[in-house]
């Protein structure tokens, strides 16, 4: 990876895709180099003219341009956002055919330029794209990576943070499993500072109580379909999810990050990319860190596996 250049290709210039793009120029100093690329080449273009002009008003100096595929083989990251959108009534599941083709015919042209840095994929359903991506590139499974429950694990530590009424930042909690319907919290991992929630929820001298837990984590699980309801999609929070993740990776942070990973017999589990906590790194993930789940979680976490081994099944 060509760590100095630090150069990002981003395929597919929608809302999610542009959203980010915004995010990265705006906090600036991650990337010295932007590519857009969608199969509306004018779109591409339009939008890098749009962020070139803002770029004064900004913390970036950097280069932005529409490119194409072959622009790829020096870059550090590729990441994937296009795709079709999320309608309102529909799973994330029921994106994955019509998505899945779209992948097809981006991701043998990236490969064929030379690319040999990091997939990053944001597009729905993000485990099971995330997993295309892994077999259709053949790249090493720590090179391919999924947002996968970055944004809900953001969602969880805002709304406990409210609840609690402390710094989100000072949460350490996790959503785990798919990005869709199946995901959960679990909530014997969560800390406030260095005390465990559970301690907190036991004592009877203040208001907290579990069922509220489980409330929070229902707001966490339906944010997505509230939001498509008013608005018709989701985008900002996402799109500031993939930022995090890019700025992880060419930073060499070595973050705690949940995104979607394939699991190599961690929680009992092998081929199957899912949203679990990772360290990343300038390679992308350096380690998946297990957590110490209690039977019930561990049940829950078995289900959101063969449900995304399913839905995986006659992709490719």
């Given at each position: 990876?060509?760590t100095?250049?630090?150069?990002?290709v981003?395929i597919?210039?929608?809302m999610v895709?542009m959203?980010f793009?915004?995010?990265?120029?705006?906090?600036g100093?991650i990337?010295?180099e932007l590519?857009?690329?969608?199969?509306?080449?004018q779109k591409?273009?339009?939008?890098?003219?749009?962020?070139?002009?803002g770029?004064?008003f900004?913390?970036?100096n950097m280069k932005?341009?529409a490119?194409e595929?072959t622009?790829?083989h020096?870059?550090?990251i590729v990441?994937?956002?296009?795709?079709?959108a999320?309608?309102e009534?529909e799973?994330?599941?029921?994106l994955?055919?019509?998505?899945a083709?779209?992948?097809r015919?981006?991701i043998?042209p990236?490969?064929k330029?030379?690319?040999d840095g990091i997939f990053l994929?944001?597009?729905?359903?993000?485990?099971?794209m995330?997993r295309?991506?892994?077999e259709?590139?053949?790249?090493g499974?720590s090179?391919?990576?999924?947002t996968?429950?970055?944004l809900?694990?953001a969602?969880?530590?805002?709304?406990?943070?409210?609840?609690?009424?402390?710094?989100?930042k000072?949460?350490?909690?996790?959503?785990?499993?798919?990005?869709?319907?199946?995901?959960?919290?679990p909530?014997?991992?969560?800390?406030l500072?260095?005390?465990?929630v559970?301690e907190?929820?036991?004592?009877?001298?203040?208001?907290y109580?579990?069922e509220?837990?489980?409330?929070?984590e229902e707001?966490?699980?339906?944010?997505?379909?509230?939001?498509?309801?008013?608005?018709?999609?989701?985008y900002?929070?996402i799109?500031?999810?993939?930022t995090?993740i890019?700025?992880?990776?060419l930073?060499?942070e070595?973050s705690v990050?949940?995104v979607?990973a394939?699991?190599?017999?961690?929680?009992?589990s092998?081929?199957?990319f899912i949203?679990?906590?990772?360290?990343i790194?300038?390679?992308g993930?350096?380690?998946i860190l297990e957590l110490?789940?209690?039977?019930?979680?561990?049940k829950k976490?078995?289900?959101?596996v063969?449900?995304?081994?399913k839905?995986?099944?006659?992709?490719?």
């Amino acid at each position: 990876m060509n760590t100095d250049k630090r150069k990002v290709v981003l395929i597919g210039t929608g809302m999610v895709g542009m959203s980010f793009a915004y995010a990265l120029v705006n906090q600036g100093g991650i990337c010295n180099e932007l590519v857009l690329i969608d199969v509306n080449k004018q779109k591409a273009e339009g939008e890098a003219m749009d962020l070139n002009h803002g770029l004064a008003f900004g913390k970036s100096n950097m280069k932005i341009y529409a490119g194409e595929y072959t622009d790829c083989h020096d870059a550090d990251i590729v990441v994937l956002a296009a795709g079709v959108a999320q309608k309102e009534g529909e799973t994330r599941l029921d994106l994955l055919q019509r998505n899945a083709a779209v992948f097809r015919s981006i991701i043998t042209p990236v490969v064929k330029s030379g690319f040999d840095g990091i997939f990053l994929v944001a597009t729905n359903p993000v485990d099971v794209m995330t997993r295309v991506t892994y077999e259709l590139s053949r790249f090493g499974a720590s090179r391919v990576i999924g947002t996968g429950t970055s944004l809900d694990t953001a969602r969880l530590r805002y709304l406990l943070g409210d609840y609690f009424m402390v710094d989100p930042k000072n949460i350490h909690a996790y959503v785990i499993g798919e990005h869709g319907d199946s995901e959960f919290v679990p909530v014997s991992q969560m800390m406030l500072a260095t005390k465990h929630v559970t301690e907190i929820l036991e004592d009877e001298r203040n208001g907290y109580c579990i069922e509220d837990m489980k409330k929070i984590e229902e707001q966490v699980r339906t944010a997505a379909y509230k939001i498509i309801e008013a608005k018709r999609a989701t985008y900002y929070g996402i799109g500031m999810a993939i930022t995090r993740i890019v700025k992880t990776i060419l930073g060499d942070e070595n973050s705690v990050i949940t995104v979607s990973a394939k699991l190599c017999g961690e929680y009992g589990s092998r081929n199957v990319f899912i949203g679990v906590p990772c360290i990343i790194g300038r390679n992308g993930v350096k380690e998946i860190l297990e957590l110490s789940l209690t039977e019930e979680e561990s049940k829950k976490f078995k289900e959101s596996v063969e449900i995304l081994d399913k839905g995986f099944e006659g992709v490719i």
